[in-house]
């Protein structure tokens, strides 16, 4: 298979969860403010996962511009990290109905802990298809904003249940903010210049 089909289904599916989302968007009965006021948890429920989504979309696109080969682990891998995706336009709707309850919020911070595993397990095995000396592995390097992410998840998940919510979405920004700016080291890599 080649990986410009892989690319168009991972696309498909996220263009489909994204159109998911945007439905959930209820149309104000009225033509003021407060209404619009009433769909602040909704709308910045929304933003947030669309930024989430969207930050997965990007750096996919760099992953796989990287990717000389797929194999059938990586069809897996990619499918793996497709379900738990599928997974944020339900969470979101959990997360913003219950007006960012402690458990809804933990939920949440799960699905985006294992969705950053599951695209860690894909690209550690592209890498191991590719092999060590790869540009991708050379560009990934130790990984450390996603090893950071992964723990950063980790302490809001719990933050969520135990402390505030509002501590655990805070901490979800910040995390959704590092990775706004989509992945340079790769595209550097490919080009050939230093980083």
């Known amino acids: ?8 289904f991972s696309d498909g599916v996220i263009a489909i969860l994204i159109t998911i989302m945007v439905l959930e968007l209820k149309t104000p009965h009225t033509a003021d403010l407060a209404a619009l006021k009433q769909l602040a948890p909704v709308l910045s429920a929304y933003v947030v996962s669309f930024v989430y989504i969207g930050i997965y979309w990007t750096n996919h696109h760099h992953l796989l511009h990287a990717t000389e080969r797929v194999d059938g682990k990586i069809l897996w891998a990619n499918l793996h990290l497709l379900f738990w995706l ?3 336009p339900f969470v979101t709707s959990w ?3 219950t007006e960012f309850a402690p458990l809804p919020t933990a939920i949440y911070g799960g699905v985006l ?4 595993v599951a695209y860690t397990l894909l690209q550690n095995l592209i890498i191991a298809a590719q092999g060590p000396n790869s540009k991708l592995k050379q560009a990934i390097g130790r990984d450390t904003k996603g090893k950071l992410s992964a723990l950063l998840y980790l302490l809001a998940i719990p933050l969520a249940l135990l402390v505030s919510p509002w501590i655990a979405d805070g901490v979800y920004l910040l995390v959704a903010l590092v990775w706004l700016v989509p992945d340079r080291r790769i595209e550097r890599k490919l080009e050939g210049r230093p980083g």
């Open 95 to 97: 997360w913003d109905e």
């Open 1 to 8: 298979m080649t990986k410009g089909r892989l690319e168009a």
């Open 113 to 116: 802990l294992l969705a950053g």
């Open 86 to 88: 599928s997974l944020i």
